[in-house]
């Protein structure tokens, strides 16, 4: 449903009275506002300058990030925990169980993630 | 478009245009053309085209049809993007966000460049608060649209959202630059001008901030933010002579703004009280109609200048005659001497009117006009709230029938004398003086409402909403209006009405109507979320988001969540019985003819609630159709709200499960309201009944925290020390968290010695000595004698009748075990020192006291 493959379509009765309807909405005030929030907008496109260049600066950036935080993710996937460490969080604290693992990834061990977790 | 079941181009072209229906909210057109496609033999089962009918008619308010339009065509064509996009966005409407988000995925999966989508999917995103996910969706969406104005400001603010304020700087400051100069300055600029500087701010780079402000201000057309912002950053920055004149100048643009006058002091650099006193003074001759620079200095000024001050502001207040002058005032009762120079200034006043007509004999002397007569009237009243501050009744009282003596007809009066009566805790009494007040002046909302509450407080549910009925809507119960329209206060009250009447089930079910609110206020940020960005109100906007995060920090939730959670464990404590359980309750000790008669009772009964209960599925069905007609009919009702379970009071006050209800309601209290500490306390009793050992110490010491030395703090620790004990075996890991804690948190003492040490520590602060004496019952329930003689032996003048009052209801509740003379003895006391409170008077001289006006009023009615 991209807009530019919409074609206008030429006003046919049905339109006119819609747009008759939509007058006589005006007048109710807040309704008619509270109605036009919802509305379909046409965007507004940038006149044309420089920035292309703009765009792979900030693409490199948040190439960067995403790298960032999967090594991060993949280094705590590499810690290993118990599963009975993460059932004993769980029963304890009454958090769900990905919670508990993150904790203890982080903690690494289970008695500073609990010690974290009741601060 | 590519799609497993491509349509011809004429049918495409039909197609093409159901979308633009839907989105120009042309449903029935959307409708029609659908039809031309699906009466077409051969594309009867198009998937796309079912999809799309779905939609539109979900928009129309036919929810059945379209969840099987819709689901219909997603299974005749699983690769299309348009129908799991338009599965998604009718899950949206049905509030599942999770759902929608797994759809709009899958939607993605087909193709994955779609704008349209990923803008949906960013909405749902920053609606549940996935900042990650919400960011690397706006750069998608920056990336594939780099000419478009949304595409920058989504993506800097995904960066503002997540802390990272020079990247949104420099995203925005970018987008800046490429605007052509040529472009005219108009509001939206100028928004997202100061919005960078908002984020600027955030920074803290304040030099920047400045620096840019400086530069763009011509650009702004909200000249006050610029100001108001330019001088909050001069002051940041240590820039006081620049910063006053700016302040100055705002002042000049309202004088009635106290922040204003707070700053320009600030730039002056002042501390000095009469040098502010001053200041204060040379703004009150600029500007002689304003309020701010006459109450202001009362705040500052101490000793004679205060005399001089407050008498100048009082005998104004009270010769124009100022209702709400006392409470204009009321702050400054927090400081003793200040207190007592306003009592001797007014006690002066009232000879004086009394017999001269001046507010001083100076003023005698001195031959000047008399005072109007009703300043005398005003004196008095402001004399009885000043007594009844002080929670003196029979003064207040004293002065508040000489004031209506006085003018009988003065609505304020008779509020005050209610209100005087409601904290001398005759609560039946307090109402009385509302309703009458109410009563002159039935058009006068604020009063209605006022007398509503007053019925509250004394457990009149139905009274208080009869009363309401006079403003609400006509054709549904006050109640149900009340709910509508999110009337929070009435429906808290409420629930505290019938948590004292013990009717669990209506409590809790009005304390989750509050919460329904706040969840739906929730809901409501939803449209802002396309609407903010497109009108570029994006300080606001982000106001919003920040507000919406915190929500439940508020206090009508904290109110309602509390009552939720202490009936909720008290459900826990002492369960109901189930409905069948209370009926077959007496059966067993029953003679034979009396087990006859009362089953022929229940036979009946039963048949009577059968028919009644068949009468009310057909109404519900009738008011069912009623409600879809009416939706159909204005489209002004959201035909999009889901349908919530009903909340039924029998079922509530059975819950399967109490402390998991209770700890639903406590979660947000927990991140929200976590320099509370009663947040914490409720916690604390909460896992105390699941026996989680370090949830219990993970609420004392957050608690701890925030006031180590208060009372009921100390009762969670010797309750957990006492749980300590009783729990046999504890895992490893666990005890070496809790062996680490408690050294400190106990110090080495048993529960014995660390009360005695709170007894010894505060032996003059009642909280204290009451929650000792409970500890020592609950160590030892030998002492309960030392126990109770330690809370009956406490100064009774001190108490506070809630003092008193918490106290009397520990006797009663079995806090102390079974002891009835004690109880008894407490009451008499506690009546001697509160003679007005209706829960220490005899119950039996109450009902001889309604007997007599019952009589009195028969005596009437012969006569």
């Not at chain 2, 949304?150 to 800097?156: M, P, R, Y």
């Not at chain 2, 650009?219 to 006053?244: H, N, P, R």
């Amino acid at each position: 449903m991209e807009e530019e493959n919409i074609e206008g379509i030429n006003g046919n009765d049905d339109e006119v009275q819609d747009k008759k309807s939509k007058k006589a909405a005006k007048h109710d005030g807040g309704v008619a506002d509270l109605e036009r929030v919802t509305d379909y907008a046409e965007e507004k496109e940038i006149s044309s300058a420089d920035i292309t260049n703009a765009i792979n600066i900030f693409g490199d950036k948040r190439n960067k990030e995403a790298a960032e935080k999967l090594a991060k993710e993949r280094e705590l996937q590499k810690i290993h925990v118990k599963k009975e460490d993460i059932e004993l969080i769980v029963n304890e604290i009454l958090i769900s169980r990905q919670q508990a693992e993150k904790v203890l990834r982080e903690h690494r061990d289970v008695v500073s993630a609990l010690e974290a977790l009741i601060n | 478009m590519p799609s497993s079941d491509p349509l011809p181009p004429k049918e495409s072209a039909i197609f093409r245009k159901i979308l633009k229906c839907y989105e120009m909210k042309q449903y029935k057109n959307g409708l029609k053309l659908a039809k031309q496609i699906l009466t077409n033999p051969k594309y009867t089962e198009h998937g796309e085209t079912l999809a799309m009918k779905g939609l539109t008619l979900n928009c129309l308010g036919r929810k059945d049809e379209a969840y099987d339009h819709v689901r219909r065509g997603l299974r005749n064509d699983l690769k299309s993007h348009v129908c799991w996009h338009v599965y998604g966005l009718l899950q949206r409407s049905d509030k599942k966000y999770d759902e929608a988000i797994k759809c709009y995925r899958n939607a993605l999966k087909c193709e994955k460049d779609n704008i349209q989508i990923l803008r949906d999917l960013s909405l749902l995103q920053i609606q549940m608060r996935d900042l990650e996910g919400y960011r690397e969706t706006r750069h998608q969406l920056f990336k594939l649209r780099p000419s478009q104005h949304a595409s920058w400001i989504g993506f800097a603010m995904s960066y503002h959202l997540l802390g990272d304020f020079e990247t949104a700087n420099s995203i925005l400051e970018t987008f800046r630059q490429s605007q052509s100069l040529n472009e005219t300055y108009d509001y939206k600029h100028s928004e997202l001008l100061l919005y960078q500087n908002q984020i600027l701010q955030e920074s803290g780079n304040i030099d920047k901030a400045l620096k840019h402000l400086e530069d763009f201000s011509a650009q702004i057309v909200d000249k006050l933010a610029v100001k108001e912002t330019m001088g909050e950053l001069c002051l940041k920055l240590g820039k006081f002579s620049t910063a006053l004149p700016i302040w100055e100048g705002l002042i000049k643009r309202n004088p009635e703004n106290t922040l204003y006058y707070q700053k320009f002091i600030e730039a002056k650099q002042t501390k000095d009280s009469d040098e502010i006193v001053n200041i204060y003074k040379k703004f009150q001759s600029e500007y002689p109609y304003s309020i701010c620079p006459k109450r202001l200095p009362l705040n500052v000024a101490n000793g004679d200048r205060f005399s001089e001050i407050v008498d100048d502001y009082l005998r104004r207040g009270l010769r124009k005659g100022v209702p709400p002058l006392f409470v204009n005032v009321r702050s400054l009762y927090q400081h003793d001497d200040k207190v007592k120079v306003i009592s001797e200034l007014i006690h002066g006043y009232h000879n004086s009117l009394k017999s001269s007509g001046h507010f001083s004999n100076a003023d005698k002397e001195a031959a000047l006009p008399q005072e109007p007569a009703s300043a005398l009237l005003w004196t008095l009243y402001f004399m009885a709230q000043h007594y009844d501050h002080l929670r003196d009744t029979t003064k207040a009282l004293e002065y508040i029938n000489a004031a209506i003596e006085h003018t009988p007809t003065l609505i304020e009066l008779f509020v005050t004398k209610g209100r005087i009566y409601k904290h001398a805790g005759d609560l039946v009494e307090a109402f009385k003086w509302l309703d009458e007040a109410q009563s002159l002046d039935t058009a006068d909302r604020y009063i209605n409402s006022k007398c509503a509450k007053y019925m509250l407080r004394a457990n009149m549910v139905k009274e208080a909403e009869e009363i309401c009925a006079k403003f609400t809507r006509e054709d549904v119960s006050a109640m149900e209006n009340l709910n509508e329209m999110q009337c929070m206060w009435f429906q808290t009250e409420c629930a505290l009405a019938y948590q004292r009447l013990e009717r669990w089930g209506d409590a809790l079910k009005k304390c989750h109507e509050v919460d329904r609110h706040f969840s739906e206020i929730i809901e409501d940020q939803f449209d802002f979320h396309t609407y903010c960005m497109r009108k570029m109100t994006l300080r606001a906007y982000v106001g919003l988001l920040r507000l919406e995060d915190v929500l439940r920090q508020h206090p009508f939730y904290f109110k309602a969540a509390r009552c939720a959670i202490e009936v909720y464990v008290r459900l826990y404590d002492k369960p109901l019985k189930t409905e069948q359980q209370v009926e077959e309750f007496d059966t067993e000790n029953l003679p034979p003819s009396e087990l006859k008669k009362l089953r022929n009772k229940q036979r009946k009964a039963k048949k009577k609630a059968e028919l009644e209960t068949a009468q009310a599925v057909q109404a519900q069905v009738k008011k069912e159709q009623h409600n879809k007609s009416r939706q159909l009919q204005n489209q002004d009702g959201d035909p999009e709200a889901p349908q919530l379970d009903e909340l039924v009071p029998e079922k509530l006050a059975r819950p399967d499960d109490p402390l998991e209800k209770a700890i639903d309601f406590l979660r947000p209290l927990q991140v929200l309201a976590k320099e509370c500490i009663k947040t914490h306390l409720l916690a604390f009793e909460i896992y105390y009944r699941k026996n989680k050992l370090l949830l219990m110490l993970q609420s004392i010491k957050r608690a701890k925290s925030l006031d180590p030395i208060d009372p009921n703090l100390h009762t969670c620790i010797v309750k957990f020390y006492k749980a300590l004990k009783v729990n046999g075996e504890i895992n490893e890991h666990v005890r070496t968290v809790i062996d680490k804690e408690t050294k400190l948190l106990f110090d080495g003492r048993d529960a014995d010695a660390m009360n005695q040490d709170v007894l010894k520590k505060f032996p003059n602060s009642f909280h204290h000595v009451l929650q000792v004496a409970r500890c020592m019952y609950e160590l030892d329930a030998t002492k309960r004698n030392t126990a109770v003689q330690l809370v009956m032996s406490f100064d009774f003048k001190r108490l506070t009748l809630e003092d008193a009052t918490l106290a009397y209801n520990y006797f009663t509740t079995g806090v102390f075990g079974v002891c009835e003379s004690s109880a008894n003895e407490y009451k008499v006391k506690c009546q001697q020192r509160f003679p007005h409170a209706l829960l220490f008077k005899d119950q039996q001289s109450c009902e001889n006291h309604m007997e007599n006006v019952k009589v009195e009023w028969d005596n009437d009615d012969q006569q």
